[in-house]
């Protein structure tokens, strides 16, 4: 049983790996060049890649499950309802600020160019739930991944810690992809707003009570 979950690791750490691998700028913009013509393709085509190679991965921990290692019952159940709650807030909230057509990979094919995922006069908005998060969907993702399911069997506690540290791991890094393409713009966003809890925000919401 420990070499099947080793193994479990292993495939969501190759799923992860390979995500990252192919949006990354340097493999990402080769790739394009590849598609020649149909370049503005390439985000469309990279959701469709990640989707179907991550079918194998989620057949293989539904399959495991493996012994209970908590769920979500009695009083606890209000816990999970707040957070499932939080998280679409946050989904919710950041769709209207950021370009749902093009994480899809709609707008680039439409327009023909690559545009940026937030409006000229959204960028670094501190309105909503960016004005809590720098990350609003990166911090709903990880609520959902820990109050999702009911009952948590040990290959649901596997996959949610490893993609729990691979969004942890992709936020510092698109937080340095950020503040290089932004520079001191980007600074003062990161000083004002907190990275993923919004700790900042509730510092403001405290001083403003007493």
Not at 36 to 60: D, K
Not at 76 to 81: A, F, G, P, Y
Not at 92 to 100: A, L, N
Not at 193 to 208: A, C, E
Request: net charge positive.
């Amino acid at each position: 049983m420990k070499m099947e979950f080793m193994l479990l690791v292993c495939g969501w750490l190759g799923w992860c790996s390979l995500h990252s691998l192919l949006i990354s700028p340097a493999v990402s913009s080769k790739l394009q060049k590849l598609l020649g013509v149909y370049r503005f393709h390439f985000r469309l085509l990279y959701n469709c890649i990640s989707a179907l190679t991550l079918v194998p991965v989620m057949l293989a921990t539904a399959a495991m499950r493996g012994d209970v290692v908590f769920s979500w019952e009695g009083g606890w159940i209000m816990v999970r309802v707040v957070l499932l709650g939080c998280a679409l807030y946050l989904f919710r909230g950041g769709s209207k600020q950021y370009d749902f057509g093009f994480f899809l990979g709609i707008r680039q094919i439409r327009e023909q160019r690559q545009p940026s995922t937030l409006a000229a006069d959204e960028q670094f908005s501190r309105q909503g739930v960016l004005g809590m998060t720098r990350h609003p969907w990166y911090l709903g993702s990880l609520l959902v991944l820990w109050s999702a399911l009911p009952v948590y069997h040990q290959s649901s506690v596997v996959v949610a810690t490893v993609l729990s540290l691979y969004f942890i791991v992709g936020t510092f890094l698109e937080e340095r992809k950020l503040v290089a393409e932004h520079g001191e713009r980007y600074r003062n966003y990161q000083h004002e707003v907190s990275m993923l809890i919004p700790i900042k925000w509730l510092k403001k919401r405290i001083r403003r009570w007493r």
